[in-house]
T-cell receptor, first 109, second 115 residues
Framework: GQNIDQPTEMTATEGAIVQINCTYQTSGFNGLFWYQQHAGEAPTFLSYNVLDGLEEKGRFSSFLSRSKGYSYLLLKELQMKDSASYLCAVLDSNYQLIWGAGTKLIIKP | EAEVAQSPRYKITEKSQAVAFWCDPISGHATLYWYRQILGQGPELLVQFQDESVVDDSQLPKDRFSAERLKGVDSTLKIQPAELGDSAMYLC?????????????FGPGTRLTVL
């Protein structure tokens, strides 16, 4: 079966750095997406990784290791508005997105 | 900036009633997706359209759910009759082609509550 694992919930402090991990076992791999979803709203695209390594985009970075079936999303200089759920999704061999359950990130002042 | 439009944003209905949701994808996007998302879970694909054709509806409960995209642009998802377990967020997304690596862009969703 196909499986994506993320921590259910994480807490961090405003101004700090947090790393959200995602491990996956899927039928094939055509890339990994991270989406941000504020409560009651739709997911919004953050990043896409298909090659190993780190992709940096402002305060957010995403890392991929295909051999380990592992990715993380790194958020720096945390702001209160970063409080949201972060969804990891893998594009499988049929180009279908397999979604994780999401990690709820709580930012405290 | 182009966006995916959905309506209504919120819908409250009683079980056994019929409900319908509408989605207008980003202009030029050939692929349209309907997802259901239960609180605390990731989105679950219900149906995927490529233009007006259904590509994947393997997870669509066809005894009560139907979806159409007649002219290959906007789409309607219908539930008849609604059941208590259908309470969820219904998300529509679109992408340029869907056949390869393609970012999906989501609409604001419709929050359905079945009483």
């Amino acid at each position: 079966g196909q499986n994506i694992d993320q921590p259910t919930e994480m807490t961090a402090t405003e101004g700090a750095i947090v790393q959200i991990n995602c491990t996956y076992q899927t039928s094939g791999f055509n890339g990994l997406f991270w989406y941000q979803q504020h409560a009651g709203e739709a997911p919004t695209f953050l990043s896409y990784n298909v090659l190993d390594g780190l992709e940096e985009k402002g305060r957010f970075s995403s890392f991929l290791s295909r051999s380990k079936g592992y990715s993380y999303l790194l958020l720096k200089e945390l702001q209160m508005k970063d409080s949201a759920s972060y969804l990891c999704a893998v594009l499988d061999s049929n180009y279908q997105l397999i979604w994780g359950a999401g990690t709820k990130l709580i930012i405290k002042p | 900036e182009a966006e995916v439009a959905q309506s209504p944003r919120y819908k409250i209905t009683e079980k056994s009633q019929a409900v319908a949701f509408w989605c207008d994808p980003i202009s030029g996007h050939a692929t349209l997706y309907w997802y259901r998302q239960i609180l605390g879970q990731g989105p679950e694909l219900l149906v995927q359209f490529q233009d007006e054709s259904v590509v994947d509806d393997s997870q669509l409960p066809k005894d009560r759910f139907s979806a159409e995209r007649l002219k290959g642009v906007d789409s309607t998802l219908k539930i008849q009759p609604a059941e208590l377990g259908d309470s969820a967020m219904y998300l529509c997304a679109s992408s340029v082609s869907g056949g390869a690596v393609d970012t999906q862009y989501f609409g604001p969703g419709t929050r359905l509550t079945v009483l």
